[in-house]
């Protein structure tokens, strides 16, 4: 038996409905843009420095920006919000629950992990201006992160909700440092964005070298370098996943993609890269499987796969003891025709009202 909260009322006849595991998109802004046009409304990217580690998306995200619950009736009861990749280190991505009247209340884990760029995505912020430029410029940063011995450690500290435990004598480095030594150390995970097929061999090579928990971020090239990533027993947040092959970054891009990743045993999520659209990300899940992958692979994919690719508390599961965050459909939730008709988030049912669905009901009738 499942152990839901106070509010799943158990027997009930979901008359034919598909109760669904919550779906958790695996990089996104929601939350940090409100309008793409309007400055004043948009925290997804600090443009102060090119390096910026202790740059923290919850210290930007809005709990009650409409794109929250525009993103949760799409049956998305979790985010992975990041600071847009627009630098060599944009900053830390926190793991969010799609309710929550504060931040506080919001956040499940943050950090969750801390973002990196390579190829031109790296190049923003006043940073390096070249391929060359962003591995000299890693190199660098890696190499500059002093570990203590472990004999000279102190006892660790307990950290704020969601932070990795950190030894006391980290209490005297900057926010900046502390990141840094819990990346070197292996406690704190590194989403790296690299799209072409040279950028992701050179974020195994940068995991390897200096022993990061890296999980592949994009990864629109990633099938022509899968065995690599299968032998580094690399994850991938893949996304978005209708890239086309529009830019240089990705001139290789296919839509079997997860497919071929998962043929080959690369832990695979998905993810929009977005804030208004995330609502598609089931929708960008189907035309995965219409081009290959399993229908099943495509749901643990869009449940239980980025909290277990990150290391944290078990998302995206039915089972005792569970967190109890799912969804009612009319049928396949990668279906866009299949409404989201109820949701649970922690055992709790949410609202899935918002602003499009007031909108549509104001104006079905037009006289």
Request: overall charge negative; glycine content about 12%; hydrophobic content about 40%.
């Amino acid at each position: 038996m499942v152990e839901l909260g106070p509010q799943v009322k158990g027997g009930t006849d979901l008359g034919g409905r598909w109760l669904t595991p919550g779906f958790t998109d695996a990089g996104c802004l929601v939350g940090l843009l409100e309008v793409g046009a309007e400055g004043g409304s948009r925290d997804d990217n600090e443009d102060s420095d090119a390096i910026q580690p202790d740059a923290r998306a919850w210290d930007g995200y809005n709990p009650q920006s409409e794109v929250v619950a525009v993103t949760r009736a799409a049956g998305i009861t979790h985010a992975l919000v990041h600071p847009a990749t627009s630098r060599l280190v944009p900053g830390q991505a926190g793991l969010f629950r799609m309710v929550g009247r504060t931040p506080d209340e919001a956040l499940v884990s943050g950090p969750a992990a801390l973002v990196l760029c390579l190829g031109r995505a790296a190049t923003g912020g006043k940073g390096p201006t070249s391929r060359m430029g962003v591995s000299m410029r890693l190199r660098e940063l890696m190499h500059g992160i002093e570990l203590p011995d472990d004999s000279d450690e102190k006892p660790r500290r307990r950290c704020r909700k969601g932070e990795p435990d950190a030894p006391e004598a980290d209490e005297d480095l900057s926010p900046a440092d502390r990141t840094w030594r819990q990346v070197r150390r292996g406690e704190l995970p590194v989403l790296i964005k690299a799209e072409r097929a040279d950028d992701i061999l050179a974020a195994i090579d940068l995991c390897a070298e200096w022993k990061l928990r890296g999980v592949l971020l994009g990864g629109a090239e990633a099938w022509m370098v899968v065995d690599e990533l299968a032998a580094a027993g690399m994850p991938a947040f893949l996304g978005p996943l209708t890239v086309q092959p529009d830019s240089f970054e990705h001139p290789h891009a296919r839509y079997d993609n997860a497919a071929i990743l998962h043929a080959a045993g690369v832990p695979i999520s998905f993810r929009t890269d977005s804030a208004h659209f995330s609502r598609g990300l089931s929708t960008s899940a189907g035309v995965a499987v219409a081009h290959g992958l399993p229908w099943e692979a495509a749901i643990a994919a869009l449940t239980h796969g980025p909290s277990a690719a990150l290391g944290g508390a078990p998302l995206g599961t039915l089972e005792p003891g569970g967190p109890a965050s799912f969804f009612v459909t009319d049928g396949d939730p990668l279906q866009p025709r299949h409404a989201v008709r109820r949701m649970w988030i922690d055992g709790r049912e949410v609202s899935l009202d918002n602003r499009q669905r007031r909108l549509f009901e104001r104006y079905r009738e037009l006289w």
